[in-house]
């Protein structure tokens, strides 16, 4: 099982839904940084205001067990 910490820095008002992007990040991640996305046990996610140039996704997998 594992953790997964995500920090979305966006600019603008018009932004997606956090839950849209965690959706495509996790998928994104699938197979690469775990197995499949059913080993997912913790989420926790964060969507920031940013300027423009610094528009970035932090992401952080910790194995739990």
Same mark, same amino acid.
């Given at each position: 099982?594992?953790?997964?910490?995500?920090?979305? $820095? &966006?600019?603008? /008002?018009? %932004?997606?839904?956090?839950?849209?992007?965690?959706? +495509?990040?996790?998928?994104?991640?699938?197979? =690469?940084? $775990? &197995?499949?996305? /059913?080993? %997912?046990?913790?989420?926790?996610?964060?969507?920031? +205001?940013?300027?423009?140039?610094?528009?970035? =996704?932090?992401?952080?997998?910790?194995?739990?067990?």
């Amino acid at each position: 099982a594992v953790q997964v910490t995500a920090d979305v $820095y &966006l600019y603008g /008002k018009a %932004v997606p839904d956090l839950d849209n992007i965690l959706k +495509s990040l996790l998928d994104g991640m699938n197979g =690469v940084l $775990y &197995l499949d996305d /059913k080993q %997912v046990a913790a989420i926790h996610a964060r969507r920031l +205001s940013c300027p423009k140039a610094e528009q970035r =996704v932090e992401v952080n997998v910790k194995e739990l067990w």
